[in-house]
């Protein structure tokens, strides 16, 4: 059974400072991999995904994936205290099911 | 583009009675989802449907969890005899199913157990 590991498990950053946040995953035939962001007594909402290897970059936002390291990061440039929240990493291996990790709270100070 | 919808927001039970969680997903996608989410903890999937169908069901307590998408649209998680552990908010989500992987969740449901 596919299993999705977080770390850290918290972080503070400051304002302006570059956050990387990893993921790694038990399953190499996995095929999608995502990051969702929670903010506080909100649902989850994807941020960004990828399907292959190398990386992909949307706004402040960069996804890592290497499939041989079964590992997968999100990098925030530039962080702002509304990037504050728990962030979620997803892989999906057949079918539809999406596995989630447990979480990084990120907390971004001024 | 109407979101994902859940009911109630909010519940309170006393431990053994019954609560039933409503799901209105976003229109014509035809795969549901329902988490599990502790307090500071990533979402843990319950059950998830492809249109009416069961796909995987293996992680809901069969004994006192019961979820039903009679006709591919709206679902149902039923909460038979509560327990303080099921204390959690429990989330909704849909996706179009396919190579579409991304989830679009509801605001979700949280359930306190005295």
């Known amino acids: 059974q596919q299993k999705v590991q977080q770390s850290p498990e918290s972080l503070i950053v400051p304002e302006g400072a570059m956050t990387s946040l990893n993921c790694t995953f038990s399953?190499?035939?996995?095929?999608?991999f995502a990051w969702y962001r929670q903010h506080s007594g909100k649902a989850p909402k994807a941020l960004m995904s990828?399907?292959?290897?190398g990386e992909k970059e949307e706004g402040r936002f960069t996804i890592h994936l290497n499939k041989a390291s079964l590992h997968f990061s999100l990098h925030i440039r530039d962080s702002q205290p509304s990037d504050s929240a728990l962030y979620l990493c997803?892989?999906?291996?057949?079918?539809?099911?999406?596995?989630f990790g447990s979480g990084t709270r990120l907390l971004v100070s001024p | 583009e109407a979101g994902v919808t859940q009911s109630p927001r909010y519940a309170v039970l006393q431990e053994g009675q019954a609560v039933s969680f409503w799901c209105d997903p976003i229109?014509?996608?035809?795969?549901l989802y329902w988490y599990q989410q502790p307090r500071d903890q990533g979402p843990q999937l319950l059950v998830y449907?492809?249109?009416?169908?069961?796909?995987?069901n293996s992680q809901l307590p069969s004994d006192r969890f019961s979820a039903v998408r009679p006709k591919g649209t709206n679902s149902t998680l039923k909460i038979q005899s509560a327990k303080q552990g099921d204390t959690a908010t429990y989330l909704c989500?849909?996706?179009?199913?396919?190579?579409?992987?991304?989830?679009?969740f509801g605001p979700g449901t949280r359930l306190l157990v005295l």
């Open positions: 997803a892989s999906r291996t057949g079918g539809y099911k999406v596995v």
């Open positions: 229109s014509g996608h035809d795969t």
């Open positions: 989500a849909s996706s179009l199913g396919g190579d579409q992987d991304t989830q679009y």
């Open positions: 990828i399907f292959s290897n």
């Open positions: 449907f492809r249109d009416e169908a069961v796909i995987d």
């Open positions: 399953d190499s035939a996995s095929q999608y």
